[in-house]
């Protein structure tokens, strides 16, 4: 019953988290407006950091010197960094006066500086910041763009793949590392929405042997629909023992319904950053009375298991009640939607922490949902 994938768990030095798990990005080395403490409260198993940002502000020699990303942090659980190609693609896509693509990496110019970012440097800092789990550098593409760009992109991700994991296997050996203190280095699926391409680069990266696999690119087409049936080839044709992750995709029905095609891992800065700009999230209904399964659908209008609440509106000033009888955070145990709405309003620092804090409860308790067994059965089940 169910999908065997959803039970692959995430095996990481010393410590094997249980699938799915969303991961939060603690871009810059921390949650905003969040201390460590905070994101541990609420639920948070493990993090994602951006070794691009990170390298630019304060430096990987910084970093380094304050005792690597954890120490700095304080994070104690488990730390995922990815490589940046997904910043820079984006620099460069914006303007191609921000940076340049070619064989050997990427070259970008930002904020005054000229950085080249190689398979082999992606690799050298991640493990240097101190990650757990690594991502190899890719080319990311639009699922729009010319079949040629794909081809490329397709072409040097594999490429890369293979100079990351010669880089990371060099680095461990030199350093002894042990089989169980190894950090773990996921390769990453190109080929936008061609799908021999995508097979072609998850053949390739299967063969070189990595721990698990991101499904790369941008998720979406350009009506801003999930590119679900991309994202189910690449997930048939990755063994199910293999977690894969979805990078970049949090909102909550894209999230739904690609773990309904067998994706256990998530990141995105979008309920951190939702929350911090007055959008709440929440879920509607009592336990198992909802009509709608989780994957029914990917467009958001179709998903009625949750709803947005906005802190601009007016209806909310005189609410007594917390914003969600489904969380178990300070922001709702403690503090009414009406006071919520008034620090937004106000512009109170602390609006941000208790948002925050919301929507990261919300999405444990989604990821608590999506991996109970009535929700893993398949048609007809709800997450409410
Ligand atoms: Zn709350």
Redesign the pocket.
Known sequence: MGNPALTAPLVLPGVTLKAPLFLPDGTRGGVRALDAMDVENCGVQILMMNAFHLAQRPGVRVVQALGGLKQMSSWRRPLATDSGGFQAYSLIRENAKNGSVDDRGLTFRNEGKKTQLTPEKAIVSQLRLGADLLFCLDQCTHVDDAPSIQEDSVRRTIDWGRRCKEEFETILGQKRTSPEARPRLFGVVQGGGNLPLRTRCAEALLEMGFDGFGFGGWPLDSDGALLTDILAHVRETIPASYPLHALGVGHPASIAAVHRLGYTMFDSALPTRDARHGR?YTFTGEQGTGEKGPGDSTRESDNSWFRFLYMTDKRHLRDAE???PF???????RYSLGYLHHLFVSKDPSYQR?AT??NL??MNELMRRLSSPEIQGGEGSALQ
């Open positions: 709440l917390p914003a969600s969380c178990r955070g300070l922001c709702c145990e208790l804090i919301h409860h919300f």
